[in-house]
């Protein structure tokens, strides 16, 4: 099976700030690495797909990059309604897919 | 746009079988190129990918829950459903369930998911 681990597993910032957060495979998966935020008492909503395409209607201060085994979810300028949950997720075979542990964006 | 929703009893009691129901409507379980998807997250272990069914009527599951889920789809009603027979507290956490595309591991549409609670 594939470990998915995120880092760090919460974090303070500021509206303004720049946040990355990152997500190591337990071996590699190419690109096949997605990204979804999760809002209290929401579903997650899917945000990146093949580690750096954003889905339509995502803002372009989400970015995301990597292949192999490390990936990185980038806010460029975080807003108040970023504040949430981010979890990173693999499809590198279409047996089994795993997510990682969650990464909690709290308010500094 | 397509929406999900789910339901099913919010208790089920140890031992006995979980059974949830996800109705869509903006599209069709019968077209396309989708995996009709059940996922559940829980305190313990997160975010869990259960299985799911793609419109050539196949069906994958999560390996560690292989032996205990069915998952199958009411075509008439353009529902898909989920039974997990005898559940035991690990099973309590919130089931969604999810549209599903690039073969079947990008969880593009989710529900708004379902408390189910295993409890005597």
């Known amino acids: 099976d594939i470990q998915m681990t995120q880092s760090p597993s919460s974090l303070s910032a500021s509206v303004g700030d720049r946040v990355t957060i990152t997500c190591r495979a337990s071996?590699?998966?190419?690109?096949?690495l997605n990204w979804y935020q999760q809002k209290p008492g929401k579903a997650p909503k899917f945000l990146i797909y093949a580690a750096s395409n954003l889905e339509s209607g995502v803002p372009s201060r989400f970015s995301g990059s990597g292949s192999g085994t490390d990936f990185t979810l980038t806010i460029s300028s975080l807003q108040p309604e970023d504040f949430a949950t981010y979890y990173c997720?693999?499809?590198?075979?279409?047996?089994?897919?795993?997510f990682g542990g969650g990464t909690k964006v709290e308010i500094k | 746009q397509v929406q999900l929703q789910e339901s099913g009893p919010g208790l089920v009691k140890p031992s006995q079988t979980l059974s949830l129901t996800c109705t869509v409507s903006g599209d069709s379980v019968s077209s396309g190129s989708f995996y009709w998807t059940w996922i559940r997250q829980s305190a313990g272990k997160g975010l869990e990918w259960i299985g799911r069914f793609y419109t050539t009527g196949s069906t994958s599951y999560n390996p560690t829950l292989k032996s205990r889920v069915t998952i199958s789809i009411d075509r008439s009603k353009n529902q898909f459903s989920l039974k997990m027979p005898s559940v035991t507290a690990a099973d309590t956490a919130i089931y969604y369930c999810a549209r599903a595309v690039g073969g079947g591991g990008i969880f593009q549409h989710w529900g708004q998911g379902t408390l189910v609670t295993v409890s005597s």
């Open positions: 071996q590699s998966i190419s690109t096949y």
């Open positions: 997720q693999e499809n590198y075979n279409t047996l089994s897919f795993t």
